[in-house]
């Protein structure tokens, strides 16, 4: 399998896939109340056999080249994960997404594997432009955002229910052009 690192930290992004189901359902218990904060997954993942199958489908999504998903790890230990949730090649849009444990938060991980994810999709499955849909109220993921250059086009107010709430979901997103200057040095 391969690796990619992501720093000097002990940082690296490899694809997650169903048979490691049981690590992944371990990594989400220890995040599932921060990670749940503004991300559904942990009412998703909840047991082995829902944590199989969340893996499968992005297994099924990246035979059928419609999604990826990359864990991140921290010295060999699972502590997020970075995907495109919907990738259409023919359109060349994509939507990335991510998640932490909160003991790798503020670290620049999310960062650092995203762009890992970005210049594979830009630069090997020619996506054009990748969406990065996140609550307004989710301050750490917009500065992600920022971070790597995307622009905020709007807000789709109430539009997402969770949990019982109406949230604003902001809608951010980086095209070809832009990503590859922005990650042009100097």
Same mark, same amino acid.
């Given at each position: 399998? $391969?690796?990619?690192?992501? +720093? ?5 992004? &490899? =694809?997650?896939? /169903?048979?490691?189901?049981?690590? $992944?359902?371990?990594?989400?218990? &220890?995040?599932? !109340? $921060? ?20 893996? &499968? ?9 419609? *999604? @990826?998903? $990359? *864990?991140?790890?921290?010295? *060999?230990?699972?502590? +997020? ?20 444990? =909160? ?8 960062? @650092? ?26 301050? /750490? ?16 107010? !109430?539009?997402?229910?969770?949990? +019982?709430?109406?949230?604003?979901? !902001? ?6 052009? !832009?990503?590859?200057?922005? &990650?042009? =040095? +100097?």
């Amino acid at each position: 399998m $391969f690796a990619i690192p992501l +720093g000097d930290d002990g940082a690296e992004l &490899r =694809p997650l896939e /169903p048979w490691q189901a049981e690590e $992944f359902l371990a990594h989400i218990d &220890r995040g599932r !109340e $921060f990670i749940g904060r503004y991300n559904g997954l942990p009412d998703v993942v909840t047991d082995l056999e829902s944590s199989r199958a969340y893996l &499968r489908s992005y297994a099924d999504k990246a035979a059928t080249d419609t *999604g @990826r998903i $990359f *864990g991140i790890r921290r010295h *060999g230990v699972l502590v +997020g994960a970075v995907l495109l949730r919907t990738m259409d090649v023919a359109q060349g849009v994509a939507e990335a997404g991510c998640w932490l444990e =909160p003991s790798a938060a503020g670290r620049g991980l999310v960062t @650092r594997a995203v762009r890992a994810v970005l210049d594979w999709a830009v630069g090997e499955r020619g996506i054009h432009r990748v969406e990065w849909w996140v609550s307004a109220e989710n301050a /750490p993921s917009i500065a992600v955002a920022r971070r790597l250059g995307m622009t905020r086009e709007g807000v789709l107010r !109430e539009s997402y229910l969770y949990r +019982g709430e109406r949230h604003d979901m !902001e809608i951010w997103s980086v095209l070809a052009p !832009e990503w590859k200057a922005h &990650r042009q =040095p +100097g």
